[in-house]
């Protein structure tokens, strides 16, 4: 057996999967295995003796034309080096082509050059293979991605030292904003949400969105007051590696998580102006670029935006850019401030305690009516935050099931002492009027005593309502 082999060789070569040509130094094929055959589609008797080139190896896998003395099979036949090549295509007799890996090797008899063979293989299932799997890894880095920004987004929000009061009251100016957020919630337009701080824009904005066709979408905030002008635009539009120090990752931003969903911009007009300017292309192109990158990205999101400051007064004073102002004012909606619905006091402190109960375990009945009356009389600064804070901070405090303030509130303590300016300065006229038994001009009148030209001190009279009996 082993002679049989010896004394041909040829049966080993038909035997192995590979194509294998061979070639005379005038390039014409002198040996076809049947391997070839079927990945070509050509018989050897096809090939035999002709230039293979010209039948399967004519055309770049780019379409251009491959001349026959740029072919690698025919230079290793010039110049009697070994190639290998992975990147070139054999076209089969049906015209159809496949992904070819092959070598060229010199063949030498008796230290003479006379030609060389080639033996290929199709790779194209390989390529496709290796597509697939880079497509495969690509989708699971953007997947991973997505998930790592869901992740720490939603940890930063877990951190929020936020408590949801819910949006419950019965008072006109409140019911006038629910209005407003059923008849805009069905809609993409852009809602300006005003209000004084504590009073529950970000409520508001939730409930706008979940009111909403968006809302199995999700629900992304960021607080524009809690990033430095560098960092803002890397929070909302996301970065690529490198793109400055410590961005040793690709992020995305908080416009890529928005997509299909709503994107809150609390406390908008701490914006820096550069900032601004891509907000407002964003808003009318709905694309952008990540910082330090050059791919333009498009997004279909739902923009609400919420402040407690004026932002005219800041076109005004031109800090905040007015084409961006309007965009943003679509639809603005006012949340009133606590002082302005008292009335709903009770309903919002029992929607506190019922949320208190769940959290920390209590069994809490509610207020007592002293309570809700000093609740009731109280101006509340801090509005619905404040409410939640003292009611919160009673509640770990307490060891009965109804409420009672245990402390006093901010201003009960200072209500009686603090007087205006302006009353302490009427105060202060009258009694030297009366020690000047009612002269104003003169050396010893009250304004010489008072260091006040007459002028002035007639002019403050009137403003301050002292009667003209005084004045002589």
Known sequence: ??????????????????????????????????????????????LLGKKIHQYHHHTRKDGSPYPADECQIYCTMFDGKHRHVNDEVFWRK???????????TPVYKN??????????RDVSKQQQTEVALRDALAQVQHLSEQLQAENAYLISELNEDWQDSGLVGQSHSFQTMLEQITLVSQTNSTVLILGENGTGKELVARNLHRLSSRAKQPFIRVNCAAFSANLIESELFGH????????????????????????????????PLEAQSKLLRVLQE???ERVGGSQTLKVDIRVLAATNRNLWQMVEQGS?????????????????????????????????ITQLNKRLGK???????ATLTKLANYDWPGNIRELQNILEREA??????????????????????????DAVQKQHICEVLKRCNGQISGENGAATLLGLPESTLRSKMKKLGIQRSFAK
């Open 1 to 46: 057996m082993i002679k049989e082999f010896l004394n041909d060789p040829t049966l080993l070569l038909n035997a192995v999967g590979e194509g294998i040509y061979g070639f005379d130094l005038s390039g014409n094929a002198v040996f076809v295995n049947p391997a070839a055959e079927r990945m070509t589609g050509w018989r050897a008797d096809e």
């Open 94 to 104: 049906d015209g159809s082509y496949f992904a070819v890996e092959y070598t060229s």
């Open 240 to 271: 690529e590696k490198g793109a400055f120090t410590g961005a040793n990752e690709r992020r995305k931003g908080r416009f890529e998580l928005a997509d299909k969903g709503t994107l809150f911009l609390d406390e908008v007009a701490e914006l």
């Open 111 to 120: 230290g003479a050059l006379i030609g060389a063979v080639a033996i290929f």
């Open 320 to 352: 905040f850019r007015m084409d961006l102002y309007y965009r943003l004012n679509v639809f603005p909606i006012r949340v009133p401030a606590l002082r302005e619905r008292k009335e709903d006091i009770p309903l919002l402190a029992a929607n506190i």
């Open 363 to 369: 069994q809490l009945k509610g207020l007592s009516k």
């Open 396 to 421: 770990i405090l307490s060891k009965q099931t109804v409420l009672q303030l245990s402390a006093p509130l901010n201003n009960e303590q200072t209500n009686e002492q603090v007087v205006s300016l």
């Open 286 to 288: 709905q694309e952008f």
